[in-house]
C-alpha cells in the first residue's frame, strides 16, 4: 500500500525557483543547429551512460557513443543484423525507451497508464511485475491528478517505484526513465540537455542514505530537496557548456549533414509526412544503401523516427 507524504520546503521552493531561472536561460541560448545537436547527442549518450553505469554495465562513454553512431540505426532486437554483447544490447534497448519517451511523451496532457510503464519496462527488457498492480496504479493516479510542480512528479515517481519495486529487476533502471518521462511530459526537457544521472551517479552514497530514510520515514522531504539540487547543479553545468560553445565552429564530419540529408529533414517538416527507404531511393535517386546510410545517419542524430520493423518500417520527423 502507498504511504508518503512531503511538504513543499522553504529550500526546495528555493530551487524550483533557480531552476525556473536557469531554465529560461538555456532556452533563450543562441546556439547554431549544428551545435544544439551535438549538445543534445552528448546529453543523450550521458543519460545512457551514467544510468547504466548505476546498474553495473561497464560500457564506457565512448563504446555507447560508438554503438549508437555505428550500430543503433541498423540493428535489429534479435540481433539477425549484427551480433551485440549482452551489455550492448542493453545500451541500446535503454536508447529505445529513451527515445519512446522523447519523441512520444514530450508536453503530452495524456495520464501515464500501467500499460506505458510495462511498455517501457519491456523495452529495457526486465522481467515480469513481482508485485500487486494496484499501487503502481495508484500513484500514477495520483500523480496524474496532482497540480505539484513538474520537478516534484518526476522526483515523487522515481523515488516511489524504486521503494515499490514491482519487477524482478531493473527498477532502478525504470525509475530512471519515469522521471524523464514526467519531465519531457511537463515540458521540462531543458533543450535536452540535462543530465541528472550524472549527478546521482557520482554521489550513491547521499542517494542510498536517501532512500534508506525515505524507506523508514516515508517522508520524501530529503529526497525532493536532493532531486531538486541536483537538477540545478547539472543545469548549470549544461549552461556552462553551452556558453563555451556558442560560438564555437564544429569540425567533426559527423555532425555535417549532405544537401540530401537536409532535404531528407525537410520532407518530414509538413504535417503527418512521413517517408520510407524506397521513397528516398526514388525520390533522390539513390541506391539501397545510400538510403539506408543517410536515414541511419539522421536516426542516430535524433532527427527523424523510425517506426514499424522490416519492409514496413517508415520514418517521421522529431
Request: with cysteine; aromatic share 8%.
Amino acid at each position: 500500500m502507498i504511504n508518503f507524504s512531503y511538504t513543499l520546503s522553504p529550500l526546495l521552493r528555493e530551487h524550483i525557483a533557480a531552476i525556473e531561472t536557469l531554465r529560461t536561460k538555456i532556452a533563450l541560448a543562441p546556439l547554431s543547429p549544428k551545435t544544439e545537436l551535438k549538445l543534445k547527442f552528448e546529453a543523450m549518450v550521458g543519460r545512457i551512460y551514467w544510468s547504466l553505469s548505476m546498474s553495473g554495465n561497464p560500457l564506457t562513454k565512448s563504446d555507447i557513443e560508438n554503438l549508437i553512431i555505428k550500430t543503433f540505426p541498423l540493428f535489429t532486437i534479435d540481433g539477425k543484423t549484427k551480433p551485440l554483447t549482452t551489455d550492448e544490447k542493453r545500451a541500446i534497448r535503454y536508447k529505445k525507451a529513451h527515445d519512446m519517451i522523447t519523441h512520444e511523451w514530450f508536453v503530452n496532457p495524456q495520464s501515464v497508464k500501467l500499460s506505458t510503464v510495462i511498455e517501457l519496462a519491456g523495452t529495457i527488457e526486465t522481467k515480469q511485475i513481482q508485485n500487486d498492480q494496484a499501487d503502481l496504479s495508484l500513484l500514477l493516479d495520483y500523480l496524474h491528478k496532482s497540480t505539484d510542480h513538474p520537478i516534484v512528479q518526476a522526483a515523487i515517481i522515481q523515488m516511489q517505484l524504486v521503494c515499490l519495486r514491482p519487477f524482478e529487476d531493473g527498477n532502478g533502471r525504470l525509475a530512471r526513465l519515469l522521471s524523464l518521462l514526467y519531465l519531457y511530459k511537463n515540458g521540462y526537457d531543458f533543450r535536452g540537455m540535462l543530465v541528472l544521472e550524472e549527478y546521482w551517479r557520482k554521489d550513491l552514497a547521499s542517494l542510498d542514505v536517501i532512500k534508506d530514510t525515505v524507506l523508514q520515514t516515508n517522508s520524501l522531504n530529503m529526497w525532493l530537496e536532493y532531486y531538486a539540487s541536483g537538477i540545478l547543479v547539472q543545469l548549470e553545468k549544461a549552461l556552462q557548456r553551452i556558453n563555451s560553445l556558442a560560438f564555437h565552429i564544429e569540425r567533426n564530419g559527423h555532425w555535417e549533414l549532405s544537401d540530401r540529408q537536409r532535404n531528407i529533414v525537410s520532407v518530414l517538416e509538413f504535417p503527418h509526412a512521413t517517408i520510407t527507404n524506397k521513397k528516398v531511393q526514388k525520390h533522390f535517386k539513390v541506391s539501397q544503401i545510400t538510403a539506408s546510410r543517410d536515414l541511419a545517419k539522421l536516426l542516430s542524430l535524433g532527427l527523424v523516427v523510425s517506426h514499424g520493423k522490416g519492409r514496413s518500417t517508415y520514418y517521421t520527423r522529431v
